[in-house]
């Protein structure tokens, strides 16, 4: 499934065989329909396709639940343990994507390998402790609202005519403001350390630990 800005649309296929995959799909892409609403005239640039993915798959990936009313509840932020594990393993093979690295990354190069990392990122800021959560909540906010931020026009992205991109540099400067750093350095190693230590033994995360371990020395040989 995917949602386009340019005609405002929701498109999505259900899978019979995994019906749990188009929820989460359905879930996904309807953020993207959410965060477009925000500031329609904002465009999360090809350059910085790191957080509108990582917003997407934070709020995507949710427990859906009906109260005794019938209401349906929404409780986002649920643990993705494909994306745990695969970040967890990049780390320990020690191929992990730095955050310097993450933040610059074009649409070309954001493969699932790096949505893992993104997840990652995003979980950790709203997971590990409140005040990386409410910086984060103010950065999104500012972000998406265009509010305080250098942005330069684009033209021709949508019906709506002109729209806006803020650069990487931009939206690093802003997000270490929110958090309060002065740089990367020690974030990342926060970042890392806590999804290093997320435990996950269950039998299913073992099977696909293996998995994730045989992919990533298949493709390794590849390269």
Same mark, same amino acid.
């Given at each position: 499934?995917?949602?386009?800005?340019?005609? &405002?649309?929701?498109?999505?296929?259900?899978?019979? &065989?995994?019906?749990?995959?188009?929820?989460?799909?359905?879930?996904?892409?309807?953020?993207?329909?959410?965060?477009?609403?925000?500031?329609?005239?904002?465009?999360?640039?090809?350059?910085?396709?790191?957080?509108?993915?990582?917003?997407?798959?934070?709020?995507?990936?949710?427990?859906?639940?009906?109260?005794?009313?019938?209401?349906?509840?929404?409780? !986002?932020?649920?643990?993705?343990?494909?994306?745990?594990?695969?970040?967890?393993?990049?780390?320990?093979?020690?191929?992990?994507?730095?955050?310097?690295?993450?933040?610059?990354?074009?649409?070309?190069?954001?493969?699932?390998?790096?949505?893992?990392?993104?997840?990652?990122? #995003?979980?950790?800021?709203?997971?590990?402790?409140?005040?990386?959560?409410?910086?984060?909540?103010?950065?999104?906010?500012?972000?998406?609202?265009?509010?305080? #931020?250098?942005?330069? !026009?684009?033209?021709?992205?949508?019906?709506?005519?002109?729209?806006? #991109?803020?650069?990487?540099?931009? #939206?690093?400067? /802003?997000? /270490?403001?929110? /958090?309060?750093?002065?740089?990367?350095?020690?974030?990342?190693?926060?970042?890392?350390?806590?999804?290093?230590?997320?435990?996950?033994?269950?039998?299913?995360?073992?099977?696909?630990?293996?998995?994730?371990?045989?992919?990533?020395?298949?493709?390794?040989? /590849?390269?």
């Amino acid at each position: 499934g995917y949602f386009w800005s340019y005609d &405002q649309t929701l498109n999505f296929f259900h899978d019979y &065989q995994e019906p749990s995959r188009s929820e989460w799909v359905a879930l996904h892409e309807c953020t993207h329909l959410l965060t477009y609403l925000i500031d329609p005239q904002f465009v999360p640039s090809a350059k910085t396709i790191w957080i509108n993915e990582a917003v997407a798959d934070f709020f995507g990936s949710a427990d859906i639940r009906r109260d005794k009313r019938g209401k349906l509840e929404i409780f !986002p932020g649920k643990l993705q343990t494909d994306r745990v594990l695969t970040v967890q393993q990049a780390i320990e093979d020690e191929k992990d994507t730095k955050l310097e690295q993450l933040l610059r990354l074009s649409r070309d190069a954001f493969d699932g390998f790096q949505y893992a990392h993104a997840w990652s990122f #995003v979980y950790f800021l709203n997971e590990s402790n409140p005040k990386y959560q409410k910086g984060f909540k103010s950065f999104f906010k500012d972000l998406y609202a265009l509010r305080g #931020v250098e942005k330069t !026009p684009e033209y021709g992205f949508d019906k709506s005519g002109i729209a806006f #991109v803020v650069e990487p540099a931009e #939206v690093r400067r /802003l997000l /270490l403001k929110k /958090l309060g750093k002065k740089n990367t350095d020690e974030l990342e190693k926060e970042w890392k350390a806590f999804i290093a230590a997320i435990p996950i033994e269950a039998p299913e995360a073992r099977f696909k630990r293996a998995s994730t371990v045989v992919e990533a020395r298949f493709s390794s040989n /590849l390269q």
